[in-house]
């Protein structure tokens, strides 16, 4: 399928899909996006990702032109034209036009819903799972950017792009404390006798939506699952792993920079919570 944008209450092509070159979030990064699912006509947690854009965009004082409803109305219109089984789907909110850099009133808010179809991540990362290499960039757990899902990325992906080089599947960013707050593009589970531990947000983790949901299936499987701080010997040492995102869901990590992760294949406690995070998904 061509991809769609919704912008300005129009669904257009790509070709059509524009925004003036004074928009604050291309001049400034001063906006803020949510990555959505969508499965056979529905998306995946639709209410919690514009819960979470609209608590983000009431934080950082970008004004929404959309209610939550119409923002929900906005993405099912979208998703109903594109008429994929499988969709990656983006909202971005930005500050739109106007105003000098430091005025944070100015402007009144720009919507883009962006759909094209999904084909997901190769079944065999999920099978033997993915491999993680230790990013050089520090996240800064003070600065408020780690907070909300901001258009400010460089970060990400410049730890991304390490992968490749060091021909691995994600990168684990430290802290300034060199404590682990995330992956690149993703939060991180340990799994250690059996019990779940996830870095804290106030380590500089960003509140994942599927992070959360996660959080919310181990205690009712009867998991223990906390939040505490991590040191990369944590992860090396931890008797399984996995990355969440809302694109993968539970991916499997299984290989740390140059070892394996436990036994090296995932574990039955990523299976567990796997398999109920797939049921939810089915049952959209």
């Avoid at 999920?126 to 899902?149: D, F, V």
């Avoid at 906390?226 to 008797?239: G, I, N, T, Y």
């Avoid at 990355?243 to 036994?263: D, E, Q, W, Y």
């Avoid at 090296?264 to 995070?277: E, H, K």
Wanted: proline share 5%.
């Amino acid at each position: 399928m061509p991809e769609l944008f919704w912008i300005d209450g129009e669904i257009v092509s790509a070709e059509r899909a524009v925004v003036p070159a004074t928009d604050r979030g291309l001049l400034y990064g001063d906006g803020l996006f949510e990555t959505l699912l969508g499965l056979n006509g529905q998306v995946a947690f639709l209410n919690r990702h514009i819960a979470r854009l609209n608590a983000s965009a009431h934080a950082l004082k970008i004004p929404c032109p959309l209610s939550a409803e119409e923002l929900c109305a906005a993405v099912e219109k979208t998703v109903e034209q594109a008429d994929e089984q499988q969709l990656y789907l983006r909202i971005t909110l930005t500050r739109g036009v106007g105003g000098r850099p430091s005025e944070l009133d100015a402007g009144r808010g720009r919507i883009i819903i962006w759909a094209r179809s999904y084909q997901g991540y190769p079944q065999h990362l999920y099978e033997n799972g993915m491999s993680a290499t230790l990013a050089t960039t520090r996240r800064n757990q003070h600065s408020p950017l780690c907070k909300y899902k901001t258009l400010n990325y460089l970060d990400n992906l410049l730890s991304k792009a390490e992968t490749a080089e060091n021909d691995a599947d994600e990168a684990i960013l430290l802290n300034t404390d060199g404590h682990i707050a995330e992956a690149s593009a993703s939060n991180l589970f340990i799994a250690v006798a059996e019990k779940l531990l996830t870095p804290p947000l106030d380590d500089g983790a960003l509140p994942g939506i599927v992070r959360q949901v996660v959080i919310e299936i181990a205690a009712e499987l009867g998991i223990p699952c906390a939040e505490r701080s991590l040191l990369p010997r944590d992860l090396a040492q931890a008797d399984e792993a996995f990355f969440t995102n809302s694109l993968m869901g539970v991916m499997p990590l299984c290989r740390f920079a140059v070892s394996a992760i436990g036994a090296g294949q995932p574990g039955p406690t990523t299976r567990r919570v796997r398999d109920s995070y797939e049921d939810i998904l089915a049952d959209l």
